[in-house]
């Protein structure tokens, strides 16, 4: 859902000291080669995080190629039990296919309504864009998918860090109010992604 290209390709010089109006200036015709539209960093499994999953991202930050040409995709990669944490893409909606393993994959309207389904590999799914996601691998082994999106950076809102781990952080007396528990629950909560 990015806006659309006026010319063939503009690769990103990310080192620009110009202001960033909307995306990246494009680095010189002269000094673009083959390289530019070729991305080798979706070949390997990262290591899992404390939620047992690994998201590396082919998006323009990594691959400056994707400038202005509205796509980029991710490798995800799940430890056994690992789940991809709650969150939602504001810039883009979301197609994955699961390439190993066994996912669930879920995700909620805004009329509250969830949707999920257990998938193997080969099968596909899609996210419309903004709505709040997740996968879990709930097969034996390790579970990989690889995620796409029609943005050159999609962004992610994750929803434990957006709301326990924020800089500075949501005060205590807000996010308890909001989920109707005690202060007691937030510090516990934010305790653990290290922050109070
Ligand atoms: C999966 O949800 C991803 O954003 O790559
Ligand atoms: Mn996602």
């Known amino acids: 859902s990015d806006p659309d290209q006026l010319q063939d390709f503009c690769v990103a010089d990310l080192n620009t000291t110009t202001t960033l109006q909307n995306g990246f200036p494009c680095k010189p015709v002269s000094q673009v080669s083959s390289n530019d539209f070729f991305f080798s960093g979706l070949t390997k499994d990262g290591n899992t995080n404390i939620f047992g999953v690994s998201v590396t991202a082919g998006n323009v930050?990594?691959?400056?190629?994707?400038?202005?040409?509205?796509?980029?995709?991710?490798?995800?990669?799940?430890?056994?039990?690992?789940?991809?944490?709650?969150?939602?893409?504001?810039?883009?909606?979301e197609a994955g296919v699961i390439?190993?393993?066994?996912?669930?994959?879920?995700?909620?309207?805004?009329?509250?309504?969830f949707y999920s389904k257990v998938l193997n590999a080969g099968e596909m799914?899609?996210?419309?864009?903004?709505?709040?996601?997740?996968?879990?691998?709930?097969?034996?082994?390790?579970?990989?998918?690889?995620?796409?999106?029609?943005?050159?950076?999609?962004?992610?809102?994750?929803?434990?860090?957006?709301?326990f781990a924020s800089n500075p952080a949501i005060p205590n007396d807000i996010l308890a109010q909001n989920f109707q528990v005690d202060e007691t629950v937030i510090t516990s909560i934010k305790s653990k992604f290290g922050s109070s």
């Open 61 to 93: 930050l990594s691959f400056p190629g994707l400038n202005t040409l509205g796509i980029s995709m991710n490798r995800v990669v799940y430890a056994p039990g690992g789940v991809n944490p709650l969150h939602s893409h504001p810039r883009a909606t």
């Open 99 to 113: 390439i190993k393993g066994t996912l669930l994959v879920g995700f909620v309207s805004t009329t509250n309504v």
């Open 125 to 163: 799914f899609v996210i419309p864009k903004g709505l709040v996601h997740f996968q879990k691998n709930v097969g034996r082994g390790k579970a990989v998918a690889i995620t796409s999106f029609n943005s050159q950076l999609p962004g992610a809102a994750v929803l434990p860090a957006t709301l």
